[in-house]
Every structure is written in C-alpha cells, then in structure tokens.
C-alpha cells in the first residue's frame, strides 16, 4: 500500500533565499510555499455565547504560480483570496508525515491578500471570566501558532498585529491583564498589540488572565547595553513567585556575561508547572528547576533561530551542554545519528537534540580546545552573527569552520546526518 501511494506522490524542492521550500509537489499539482509580509489578527471574544471567533489578514508576496501552503489547526469558517470567496483544503505531506493547508485556487506569482474567519478552540477556558493563552510546543509538529492562527512555516519572519475584542460583554476589562511580547496597548473593546518584525510562528506569546488569578511581581530590569525593560513573573503560588524572580536574575546575568545584551524587548517568566516548558522570544514558560535551561533559549531558539524541524537540534544541543557544565568531549558515546537531515518538510525537534546532540557539541568543545579556542566565545561570535535570522545546520557548520581552519564535515556528517552526505550539512 505504502508503494502505491509513494508513485501517485512525488515530492521536490528548490532552495530559496532563507528556507530550502519552495514548493511541494502531490497529484501534479504544484502547491507554493510564500512569504508573508504582514499579518493583522483580530480576535473576538463572545463572552455571552463563550466562544471566541479569529479573523486575519495576511499580506503576502508569491514567487511562483500555484496553490498557496500556510497552516491553521482550528475551524474554518470562510476564506478569501484577493477579496473573492475560496475553499481551503487539507493535504499530507507524506514524507514529514505532517497536514498542512492550502488554498483550493491556483494563483499566480506576485502580492495577495489572504481574509480568513475561523473558531479559536486550543487555549481558552471560560471559567469565571475568560482565560486565553497561546501554549506552544517543539517537540510535537504543528503545535506552534498553527495551533491557534493562520501562519506559515518556521521559515518565515513577519510583522504582525493582534487586535483582542471582548463582544457581547459587560465585564470590566480593566480586571482583565494580558502577557505578551509585544507592545501592547489598551483599546475601547480590549487590546492591541504590535509584534517585532524578525518573528516567526514559534516566537509569539500571550496570556490572557483575570488579575487574581496569578500573583505577579513586576520590576524593571537593565539589560546590559543599559536599556530598561520590563521583568514580570507570575505563577499561582507567592513563593514560586519569588523563587523564579531571584533566579531568574542570575541566570540571566549569566546569560548576558557569556553571549552579551540580553537579546529582546520582554522578559517575562511563568510559572506554569502544570502546562510544561517551554521557550518564546523573551518570555518563558517553566518550573524552578528548569528555568535556566529556558532562559537560554533566549539566545538560541528564539534569536539565532532554526528553520525547521532539522535546524532545531542545535538549540537544543547547546542548551544541553550548558546544562551539563560545558564538558569537553574527546569522543562522542554514539558512532552516528541523523539529527539534521529527516525531511526537509520536518516541523518537529528530533528527541535525540538533548542527549546525542549535546554529546557532539561537547566533541566540538573538545576539538577548539585542542587548538586554544574557548568554544563559548564562538558561540557568543555566532550569536551575534546571526541574531533576528534564521539559520540551519550548514550556516552553522560553515561558521564554526571559519574559526577552526579545517572542515567539520565529516563530524556533522557522521553524528547529524547518520553518517550520510546530504546538501543541507
């Protein structure tokens, strides 16, 4: 059975500026990955009928003829593409084992608008008020923000705004706090908030809470280039509170002496035990014990971030070797794993990033330190290189060559690419 559909299948790809995707081919019809421009969420929020409605408005510009990939998880309700009525259309991409969704009209290269109206389900409660957050994932495909909005791929940076309405209300917004980072501003209905640029669909983050529901500390903090920020942590219990706040200063601290200037806008810390952890752009969901780990992320994951499933060993593989105490490693314990060449569609970390992974960067310690090269100080000079972009494991690769004077490419082969030459190491 498994032959039969791999012949009606036929997968290709072309690499482009930033991402390896260019279109994906099923049923000899070329559906086009394209790059979004701008986005503008509104988000209704029917209190009365306890339902919650999105409508969004994405600009976006199409290198080639074809039908138009993005993704959402949730409901459709209508679509419309350049202000006329379309279908929008399910289709599985075999080699990821992953959905996606495209629109059912082929459209030809240049800018468009996509309108689409939808039922927000994933991550809202309406138990004595309303509770909204967006509660992300790497681990899993599809469980970044095509969980809860129309988006792209991890590939794909853009500007966005989201507009949060309460309808059908006569409650008292002003008990209501939202967590994001992003600019956020009081509106008549709700808020509005503004988004960085650079963002991608694993970045965004908010919480949507009645005040009494979290105990919440708020300070300033000055980043190291002498900008004041604000630092807010939350959690359900005063003393959590308390514990994150004090650690998460050192930690930070730490942060900034080895790679520079804490990187973003928002440092935000949550205490959400109960829901798992997990790294935004400047905000982090945690407990105690794994806090420092998400911190980190910080730096690596949500400012140097991956493209993909196969980029996204590498925040987890330096992440780890901090967590271990930056060991040196004269021999890696495994003879050779794929981390960095699953399908080229992956939309998930490989498990393997926190063990294998962390195990190599301690052999490439070990390598520079053979030559008098302090391992930490390349990864501050790859930080920097390439902070706000997204990069892969040849960008990588290649940078950490320029340091070492020799290639790396049968150690990235051998323990990232199971042993197997690929074009994408």
Partial sequence: MKSLILIFVVFFSLYSKATGLS??????????????????Y?????????????????IFNQ?????????????????????????????FILRAMTWAKRVARKTKKGRHTLQVKSELKNGV?????????????DLFGRKFLEQYLPTNF???????????????????????????????????????????????????FIHLFKKKSYISNKSIFTRMDGKKIDFVVYSKKKSLTHKLKDKAIQSVRELEELYGTWPHDYLIVYGGQNSGNMEHA????????????????SYFSKAVMPENGNAGWMDEAIVTWRDRGYPEVKKPYFKKHN????????????????????????????????????????LREYFHEYKFQI?????????????????????????????KHHSRI
């Fill in 63 to 91: 290198k080639k003829d074809g039908f138009v990939i993005f993704d959402l998880k949730n409901p459709f309700i209508k679509a419309k593409l350049d202000n006329k009525m379309v279908k929008i259309k399910s289709f």
């Fill in 154 to 204: 991890e590939f794909d940076q853009y500007k966005a705004r989201l507009n949060i309405n309460f309808i059908n209300c006569d409650c008292d917004i002003d008990k209501y706090t939202l967590m994001a980072n992003g600019e956020v501003e009081s509106t008549e209905k709700g808020y509005a908030v503004e988004f960085p640029s650079f963002y991608n669909s694993s970045s965004f």
């Fill in 42 to 58: 509104d988000i209704s929020i029917d209190m009365k009928n306890k339902t919650v409605y999105t409508d969004s408005t994405i």
């Fill in 339 to 378: 981390l960095s060449c699953h399908s080229i569609y992956r939309r998930s970390t490989d498990w393997d990033s926190y063990k294998k992974g962390g195990n190599f960067i301690g052999h490439l310690a070990f390598l520079f330190a053979e030559k008098g090269i302090d391992f930490k100080n390349v």
């Fill in 125 to 137: 409660k309406f138990r004595n008020g309303v509770e909204l957050g967006f509660w992300m994932r």
């Fill in 282 to 297: 400047g905000v982090i969901q945690t407990s105690l014990g794994a806090l420092d780990h998400e911190l980190h992320h």
């Fill in 391 to 419: 990069v892969n494991t040849k960008i990588f690769r290649n940078f950490l060559e320029s340091y070492y004077g020799e290639s790396l490419l049968s150690k990235f082969q051998r323990y990232t690419c199971g042993g």
């Fill in 23 to 40: 279109s994906y081919t099923s049923l000899f019809k070329r559906k086009v990955f394209v790059d979004f421009e701008t986005v503008v």
